[in-house]
């Protein structure tokens, strides 16, 4: 009997090759959509779930309370971990990680000799505890986890930069040199690891946080309440509950930090935020990694199940309409004693055999297009069908569930013919199926139009966030990295050189520049006032020219000049927000002092100018208070302003004065406007695959409508070749043919425009800057679907309207 409905169904899928093809082609693009998105979201899921004990790792989060805001960092003071080990039986293990501010990158030098023989710049080091391998898992191919980091002057290195230092040889115990804001240090490779899954701690290479000048910085620090700007993991003991650890802290707050709280213009709350959590849950920024957008991943599983969904509308929708074709074999099949479940499974059973016939198209879609989803969503996806039996599992598991749905409701339609009738040939759609066949392909145009609609809001974001005026130039801007001392003492030299160059502006350096985390703030208040009326302030530590080069408009006094000595003494710039939240305005703050206040001193700083408010992160975020002082020191970047259209030969230039003055040191740069468009990576990557996807899903939707046209004009050719005798042109009866299928989009587009308003205005909310959600956005939408709809439609019933009367009207 199996083999029978076998052969019954391969029969007819060939019988009817332009609706099978429509139908498998349909089911397995959709298919291949859903299962790349399911590799992604189950990638992004997987986030520091490989570590032992996940379930018990967490990571220390400050809040920050002041009068004005309370903000949330995950990052506390040095001495707090040590503390919550001796204070809580329940903590197991602490450790903590550090982050060298506002550096992307450090150079790493292999030694032999005393002298270098490999230089490179890598990116993604930190600094931890000799405790950080007790609470993370790291697969170890040389050294002793358990002991890496114990002694000063120790790293590990990822098995990646261990082969770019050493090739094959073995790292362990070798020298190697890295130069960033803690010095020109030599280190001793205790350690070489490869990571076992994905992690927020993406890190390249671990030195011991015991190291030079800011381990014995780390050793120093008594005062719980300031230099918040460690990375606390602690692990709990099995089967300890992190709430009711939390609700401990408060008590704990007062008793560690409260003597040294009251001096600052701030409070504090602490919480626990679970490691597998962090990637894609967390407020705060990512480490390494960018974080991940939880939003994303949701909103393409959406878009995943939408795009099968549509898929399987057009299988039922093409299997109810040609319902008739196979009504006589249902009323033998039921006369020859066929009971209704048996019909249901056999139908059903046709719909699987397509669905895995799509499957095995679909498979090969995906490992096509694996590269290009990649690229674009910045993974390293990959399957094997002979390695990675769980994902077998779960496309077949995802195939039979396609077929199942699919299939449903034309299994049990067919099955319910009366055989008395279908053998009178009286079998036909009822209006009830061809009500809800008409509800269906509103349903999917509905779908198509949102996922349209969302495309243009996002590219109109994205390009509003491109072309915003951001307060500076970053246009013709190049970056230069100063991680040596070397390059650090050759600044100056090197700015001199440069600028005797015509296509170079100017130039200036800064411990940081726009797009790049300013970690640095600082607490000030207005002479006169209590600390608790402080206003925070993010600073940035800069020389003589730096806002001239950036292009910063002056609103009121002056910027920092070599004719004023005492720029150097405690002299600061702010902005329109911090001027605005001390009180002032620009105009009457100059000249005034304003104080910082530590927990142990303050210090007075004279404001000698006010600057336009402008963006130094993404435009997500709001202007925040800031501040420039002058520091000769510190300074980790070098910024370029430049004024020509021949960039390589500026750059080959640039390049040999370098190398004159820091020969053993790569020439390395980067252009600040491309710099700064990497706060827009996520919402890039959204609209580019969001784009992709609503691509696909209208293609899918068209098949569908193309193939309903088709069945439409069969079903009426004569009723066509009737009104070509009496006269009818084809333009009339091509909008006949049309009208009822455009009318289904209209009401498609009616009810998919609140909704579709609704949802965008939400996503457009994370923007502290942003877009105005515009009638011709919602125009265009409708615009784009009606187009494609009638595209499709008028294909077919524009043949079926040139067909000659004659044969339409041929009798058999």
């Not at 626990?272 to 480490?287: A, F, K, N, Y």
Request: net charge positive.
């Amino acid at each position: 009997m199996l083999r029978n409905y076998i052969q019954i169904a391969l029969r007819n899928l060939w019988k009817n090759k332009s609706f099978s093809l429509i139908n498998i082609v349909g089911l397995a693009v959709g298919m291949a959509c859903c299962m790349l998105i399911l590799l992604y979201v189950q990638q992004q899921l997987s986030y520091d779930r490989h570590h032992e004990r996940a379930g018990d790792l967490y990571r220390l989060v400050t809040e920050f309370v002041t009068e004005n805001k309370t903000e949330r960092a995950p990052t506390s003071a040095a001495p707090v971990a040590a503390a919550l080990k001796n204070e809580f039986p329940e903590v197991e293990e602490v450790t903590r990680v550090f982050i060298p501010f506002s550096e992307d990158k450090a150079i790493l030098r292999r030694m032999e000799g005393g002298r270098s023989v490999q230089t490179f710049y890598e990116s993604k080091g930190a600094y931890a505890d000799p405790t950080f391998f007790k609470l993370f898992t790291y697969s170890f191919l040389e050294g002793n986890a358990q002991r890496a980091l114990d002694q000063p002057n120790t790293v590990v290195l990822s098995k990646e930069v261990a082969q770019k230092l050493f090739g094959n040889a073995p790292a362990l115990n070798r020298v190697i040199r890295i130069s960033n804001s803690n010095g020109d240090l030599d280190f001793k490779v205790t350690g070489v690891f490869e990571s076992k899954g994905s992690s927020h701690l993406d890190t390249h290479y671990l030195m011991s946080l015991q190291t030079g000048e800011l381990g014995a910085f780390v050793r120093s620090i008594q005062n719980f309440a300031v230099n918040n700007m460690f990375f606390t993991y602690i692990k709990l003991r099995p089967g300890s509950d992190a709430k009711a650890l939390e609700a401990k802290f408060p008590a704990f707050i007062q008793k560690y930090m409260g003597e040294d709280l009251k001096k600052v213009a701030f409070r504090k709350n602490q919480y626990l935020e679970s490691v597998p959590r962090i990637h894609l849950h967390t407020e705060s920024e990512g480490m390494f990694n960018k974080k991940g957008n939880s939003q994303l991943v949701y909103i393409l599983a959406t878009v995943a199940l939408f795009t099968l969904l549509i898929a399987c509308i057009n299988f039922m929708n093409l299997s109810t309409a040609r319902s008739g074709k196979r009504a006589a074999e249902v009323g033998v099949r039921k006369v020859m004693g066929a009971e209704k479940q048996t019909l249901v499974g056999q139908f059903l059973g046709e719909s699987m055999l397509i669905s895995l016939l799509s499957l095995t198209i679909a498979i090969l879609l995906v490992e096509l297009s694996l590269p290009v989803f990649n690229q674009v969503a910045g993974t390293d996806l990959h399957v094997s069908l002979t390695k990675d039996y769980d994902k077998l599992l779960l496309f077949v598991g995802l195939a039979l569930l396609t077929g199942l749905v699919a299939g449903s409701y034309p299994a049990f339609y067919l099955s319910s013919f009366n055989p008395a009738q279908v053998l009178k040939g009286k079998a036909s759609n009822s209006l009830a199926v061809t009500q809800l066949r008409k509800g269906l392909v509103v349903f999917q145009f509905g779908l198509s139009i949102m996922l349209i609609l969302g495309s243009l809001v996002i590219w109109q974001q994205m390009r509003f966030l491109q072309e915003k005026d951001l307060g500076f130039v970053k246009d013709q801007q190049l970056v230069i990295p100063l991680r040596t001392s070397q390059a650090k003492d050759n600044y100056q030299t090197f700015k001199q050189a440069i600028e005797k160059n015509a296509e170079v502006v100017s130039s200036a350096a800064a411990t940081s520049y726009p797009g790049v985390f300013v970690a640095g703030d600082q607490n000030f208040i207005r002479l006169g006032q209590s600390v608790e009326q402080g206003i925070n302030v993010k600073m940035n530590h800069v020389n003589y020219d730096f806002l001239e080069t950036m292009g910063f408009h002056l609103l009121s006094g002056r910027f920092f000049s070599t004719k004023f000595p005492a720029d150097t003494a405690h002299r600061i710039i702010l902005n329109e927000t911090a001027v605005a939240r001390l009180g002032y305005t620009p105009q009457n703050i100059v000249g005034q002092q304003i104080r910082w206040k530590s927990p142990d001193e303050h210090l007075d700083y004279q404001v000698v100018g006010v600057v336009r408010d402008f963006n130094f992160m993404g435009l997500q975020q709001p202007i925040n208070s800031f501040g420039f002082t002058l520091a000769p020191w510190g300074l980790n970047y070098m910024v370029i302003r430049t004024n020509t259209p021949q960039v390589k030969r500026l750059l080959a230039s640039l390049e040999s004065t370098w190398k004159s003055l820091n020969a053993d040191e790569p020439f390395e740069y980067s252009f600040l406007d491309q710099d700064f468009q990497r706060n827009y990576e996520a919402e890039q990557t959204m609209g580019t695959m969001i784009g992709y996807f609503t691509a696909i899903a209208i293609l899918i939707a068209c098949l569908g409508l193309y193939g309903l046209a088709a069945f439409t004009a069969e079903q009426r050719i004569k009723e066509i070749g009737v009104r070509k005798v009496l006269g009818a042109s084809v333009g009339h009866i091509v909008g006949l043919l049309s009208k009822d299928f455009m009318t289904l989009v209209l009401i498609a587009y009616v009810l998919a425009v609140p909704i579709s308003w609704y949802l965008m205005n939400e996503w457009l909310q994370a923007f502290a800057f942003r877009i105005n959600l515009s009638w011709w956005l919602f125009a265009g939408a409708g615009g784009i679907a009606f187009l494609i709809a009638l595209a499709t439609v008028s294909s077919q019933t524009i043949r079926a309207a040139m067909v000659n009367p004659v044969k339409s009207l041929k009798s058999e």
